[in-house]
């Protein structure tokens, strides 16, 4: 069979591994080099460029459905849970905890969760929104596992690596916040970036309070493609008198964004964290679709500057 391998930043370096072995079973085999963000993120136009049946998709759980053969070859990593015990000192106040954690981890997570019940807490895991698939999982743009349960528990532990996953799950709860990085061992409250992120938020939506002319970003990545969004943000920034056009890339450039000087502010509808992580990569300020209502109401209402 002609196949396409796919892989995220991560491993890339096996990438020829795997490639031989499937070689060796009688395929005829390509490795995308193209970058990879997620599995919103398949190599379906490569795929079909070059006539492949099959796309191996490698490290991340199906996010969507699409209209290709596609095989998801999950990637579990064993982390260290021998170090669990210095975060209860951390966890003393609380009883009632919420536990999340990657795809990679989800494994572990009855083993962390034993863990913390030996020592007396209390543990939920939720099911996520719709991209995350197992319950206690969250993705960058699906925190469902820990929003649902943000009013039920006293506090939260992240267990898994990096501070991306967890991000979208502070922001988007209440409650005291936990992260246990078991390879840097590194033990922290994340609570802090509620308040970082909420005045970055505020300064962006000041910032465009005199934006004519908005940018709105489409991606053609299959899982982060929302034209229907798009079109409806046009017409609406339209209808308040601003004009705006819709910006469309697969891969988005931020060299060429702030290329396109006549855009006074941006609006993205493609992965969500683009406008939460990626705001100091733009010289205009960039929206989301909530925060791109926020200013139009602002300016409808008179209370903010109109040049
Ligand atoms: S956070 Fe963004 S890059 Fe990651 S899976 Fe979601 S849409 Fe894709």
Redo the contacts with the bound molecule.
Sequence with gaps: MKILLQFPEGLKERALSHARKLESEGNEVFISSSPT?????LAIDEAKAIGAEKLVHFGHAE?SKVDFNVEYISYSIDAPIDKLADSLPYLEAFRRIGLVTTVQHIHQLDAVKGFYESHGKEVITSRPYG?AKKPGQI???DIGSASLIDRDVDAFVYFGGGIFHPLGAVLNTTKPFLAVEPFTRTIEFMDKYRETYRKRRNGKIAASLGARNFGILVSTKN??YNMNLAGLLKKRIEAEGFSAAILVSNNLDFDSLNNMREFDAFVNTA???IAIDDIERTTKPLLSANELNEVLLILKNGTGKRE
């Design positions: 963000y997620g599995a919103c993120d996010f991209f993705l960058g743009c899982g982060q992965c969500p964290r």
